[in-house]
């Protein structure tokens, strides 16, 4: 396996690791983007058009006013984007 392919496979089992977490699925959400924007960033993953459409369908779920709780339907969509992204991570 080259150093590319490790870290590819590196970066899609931090990512499932981070979906599966315990805690709140908006922070493990959060975690998600922020795992997701480093692997781009260093070339490990590739931005598939199914992934990013996922992300983009995440951000107004995990978006709130300063003191706001987010839970509900917000936990509930952010939970239903992660499985899609956990499913397309194989194509990034």
Do not use: Y
Request: cysteine-free.
């Amino acid at each position: 396996m080259t150093r590319q392919a490790a870290d590819a496979e590196a970066a899609r089992a931090d990512v499932r690791t981070l979906i599966e977490a315990k805690g709140h699925v908006v922070d493990n959400a959060r975690a998600v983007i922020a795992r997701l924007d480093t692997a781009f960033a260093a070339g490990d993953l590739q931005r598939t058009p199914a992934l990013m459409q996922f992300l983009a369908d995440l951000e107004p779920a995990l978006e709130q006013d300063a003191g706001q709780k987010l839970g509900g339907k917000s936990a509930e969509a952010a939970r239903f984007i992660l499985k899609a992204i956990d499913r397309e991570l194989d194509r990034a």
